[in-house]
């Protein structure tokens, strides 16, 4: 992999943000000089106006817009919150620091710009998030769950303080965190041919120590549950940029599913949103044909897990491949499910020996 | 079974064994009503010859009397219409005297009220009264009386004549009586603070016996009309008042009997009532037996054609000197008033004003306050028995954006040649249909108009809101969006605004 074919990827993004927010503020800004009163249109975020689009295996915003007026007393709190944000977020890019949703909300009271709760500023990012089409992530504002990663991938550094600073991603035997620092960082080089993610912590631990990493010659990644959007799109970036294909790991029982289907096709809540999705991405198991192949020790499926089947059995993302119809149908019939750990009844070493190289062929 | 002596007492005798039925029930109540008599006879002095009132009431300690009550001295002053001489022992010393048997609205009805408390402190005291009055002529007459309850007779112990000088006309009663004022104190406050409501065009003073001073200033001059005296109406007559017009009248026929006695009988309508009742016109009244009066009485109260008494008798406040002395003594932030077109009850013609006071110095209390008055009287005893409670009451309130907890007091004023009490202490006024739904009608009337003002106030509370909101975060939004585009100064958001302004003006 050549060196120079990634660097500045991270960079450039950042200059197009750092150009839009610039451009919202001078749109409204020559509305306000020109004797009009301020708007904004935006995709509308309502249900009618999620659609999921095939072609780019996740959901989009379909045409329907609305308008934020400063003219109209309702829309005049939550324009001057979003013209705010983006004040904020301007400010946090260009000052190169970073942030929490927790912190927005209480950033906010410094320019004398209350949020009713968290909720409401939360909203609020997420509106930002529409207007300009970049995620939060894109603006220095983090979420506070965190996630890792560990292998053969060296990074380079963009926060300040560590500008130029390389760092492999093999010197730490936890993983390292995929906060601010990393998401910001451009990839160097990497001899990894694969991704793979799981889900729990416990096993990305066990796989580390079992040197999946180098029996594989894969990039390990922890989405700890439901994976953050910094992961999703880190996942993303390490399939776009270094062409690695991705394999996900979960529980076997419908969240489990669901976790490897949003990194796939990505959630309605992020329909505003692009390049958080893999669409190439793999779910590699625990399905439920595994747990009948392999004789797993399993538990039932109580009624909140039968529920989320039949929506699953619904949702558009489940429609196109054969694979999560047979899945959903035989958890279905089975009424089991299995924890990743359940292999560990074979021995600690057979999920590595050989549950993982069967299903990496199986999916590949 | 025992003998039983029948004995026959006299009026004033009659009432010294039942003084309770005229409020002199124990001592506080009967200080507040002596006061309440003599300042009410005194308003109607000044009222009849059309004279803003001044009375002026000075109650002073004399000495103990029991542990719990005190001797007062009571005097009452006013500028009213003054006694003729010849009349001043009657009319102070014999009950059941006086100018109050015609048909004309006036606060007290049976001429008693006065002599009662006369009556009351001479049976407390042994002590004389001294009345003394001009009628603004040349002479000053003073006397000084005690009635002979026994015989109903005032006993004369001195009178004097002076000269009138000034030519000061008036009335002053100055007597002593036993009393509770400590206990009175708040009630009798409270009537000179709503007598002052009703009569804005009366000067009230008070000095108590501390020496504290209460005064209630007139804000106008401007009088009612004074009532006009009146006959009786056909649907008002008992056999009593038949039998009593019947000796007096001159009258040689029916037809003619029925024309000069009573209001609003004509020529046509009395033969149509003699028809009616199968009674000759040619017949002469005198010589009607007393079944024939009975039968006649129900007659007149069966006969449907009589007109409706017209309310000529009657003297409201009207709507004008209602809201003068409700902004005079409430102090509101918004009222509201109203007259009623006059009705009548049984033959009786009536008028109802009502009024709702908002805001202001009108206290919170969880509830409304009402004020009732009759006949420009306060009522202040028996709240919860009176018509007007029920109807407030029964109203939906919340229909005119009008809630309990709100700053509100409530007016309702009845007037009426026969005000309908329900007792004889005439504290509260009765629920009779007719009377229930005047009330009614005049509190909806005046609800809807505090509604109008409360949706109104509401209006522009949120208009000033709008405002506000504009002014805040428009500022907010040009200071922002300049920093964000780079720019040093924020744009001019006063177009803005002044658009807003105008805006909002145009809705309120």
Redesign the interface.
Known sequence: MEKKKHKGSVVERKKEVLSSLENLGLSIYEQIDGGQFPSITMPSRSTENINYDPQLRQFILGDRRVKRSARNIRHLKPFAQLVWAALFSNELSSQRKTSTLRDVYYSAQAYEMTFKDQQESNNIITDLETVLGFSREDFNIFPEERSAVFGDLTIEYTVPGYEGKTMDLTSHPDGVMIGPALTSAEFVKTKADKVIAIEKGGLFTRFIEENVHRKFNALLVLTAGQAPRATRHFIRRLNEELKLPVYVFTDGDPWGMHIAMVIISGSANAAHLRELNTPDAKWSGVWATDIVNYKLPTDPLDEIDMKRLLELQKDPRYKEDPLWHREIKTFMKIKRKAEQEAFSRYGLTYIVDEYLPAKLEETR | MAQTTFEEISAADFFYRNRDIAGFTNPSRAIFAAIRELVENSLDAAESLKIPPDVYVRLSYEGEASAETQIYKLRVEDNGMGIQPRHIPSAFGQILFGSKYKLKQQRGTFGLGGKMAILYGQITTHQAATITSSTGLAKIYMYKLMIDIQRNRPIILDRKVLINREQWRGTVVEFSLEGDYFRAMPRLLEYFKQTAMVNPYANLTFVDPKGRLYKFTRVTKEMPEPPKETKPHPYGVDVELLQRLIQLTSCKNLLEFLRVHFHRVGDITARKFLEFSNLSPSKNPKRLSHEEIVRLMHNLKKFKDFLPPDASCLSPLGEELLKAGIVKELRPEFVAVHQRKPATYAGHPFVVETGIAYGGEVPRRGSFILYRFANRIPLLYDEASDVSMRVITAMNWRRYKVMPDMPISIVVHICSTKVPYKTVGKEFIADRPEVRKEIANGLREVARQIQHFLSRREHVDRERK?LG??SK??P???Q????????EKP???E??LKSVRQFGEEEA
């Open positions: 709008r909101v504009f975060y428009l907010k939004i040009a922002f969006s300049a920093q964000l585009a780079g720019k744009p001019d958001i177009k803005l």
